[in-house]
């Protein structure tokens, strides 16, 4: 079974903190994305990686960066944390280009106070 | 942009009903269309639709792509209260490096006793 993890089910943080959310898949995956998941808007695309050191802008790219150094985790960096940043992440990965199924994993909500 | 809408945003059955939900797209570079049943946590793949007209089957989950209305159904018979969920549509178009997915802000699912 394919598996990702995230390094925290809850999180909060206080406004201008730097903030990391870390993600691990287990299955060797090329692909890796970031989500984030709010009410009437649904899910939509941080940044993905399509490979080591490779990263994609998705949708909502503003106030955050990525790290990809090794091909089982991805990290999501919020530089400086604001409350309009309070959601839930869920960080995502696929074997490669033509497997479109991806997995998710259990999300991270983080709150920003 | 991309687009993807789902309809309608939520749906109250009885158990045993059949239930029709819709997703409608406009995207570029189309190349996939797939549901995803999100319960509490992490949304899991249900299908994923490539060629119009043909229909997948799993159980009583069914779902059809038409390329040519930009349009996919997915179908639930005899709804049991284990399918009380959000249903997420989402389309894939490949943007030169790796495959995207745009989701739609999904179809909330109760079903009652």
């Known amino acids: 079974d394919v598996k990702v993890t995230q390094s925290s089910r809850y999180l909060v943080k206080r406004t201008g903190e730097k903030v990391f959310l870390e993600c691990v898949q287990d299955m060797d995956h090329e692909n890796m994305f970031w989500y984030r998941q709010d009410p009437g808007l649904g899910l939509r695309l941080i940044y993905f990686s399509y490979d080591v050191k490779m990263k994609e802008k998705g949708d909502i790219p503003e106030g955050y960066s990525v790290s990809r150094e090794k091909k089982e985790r991805f990290s999501l960096i919020l530089e400086s944390a604001s409350t309009n940043q309070t959601s839930m992440y869920l960080c995502?990965?696929?074997?490669?280009?033509?497997?479109?199924?991806?997995?998710f994993g259990p999300g991270t909500r983080l709150t920003v106070t | 942009e991309d687009k993807v809408v789902q309809s309608p945003l939520s749906l109250v059955v009885h158990e045993g009903d059949t239930v029709t939900l819709n997703c409608s797209y406009e995207v570029t570079n189309f190349r996939s269309l797939l549901w995803y049943k999100q319960e509490k946590k992490a949304p899991t793949f249900l299908f994923m639709l490539?060629?119009?007209?043909i229909e997948k089957k799993s159980g009583r989950l069914s779902s059809i792509l038409d390329k040519k209305e930009l349009s996919s159904i997915l179908n639930i018979t005899a709804t049991q209260t284990g399918d009380s969920a959000i249903y997420l549509c989402?389309?894939?178009?490949?943007?030169?490096?790796?495959?995207?997915?745009?989701f739609g802000t999904g179809t909330r699912l109760q079903v009652t006793l």
């Open positions: 995502a990965s696929s074997l490669g280009d033509r497997d479109y199924e991806q997995y």
């Open positions: 989402a389309v894939e178009r490949y943007t030169g490096t790796a495959s995207k997915l745009t």
């Open positions: 490539t060629s119009s007209g």
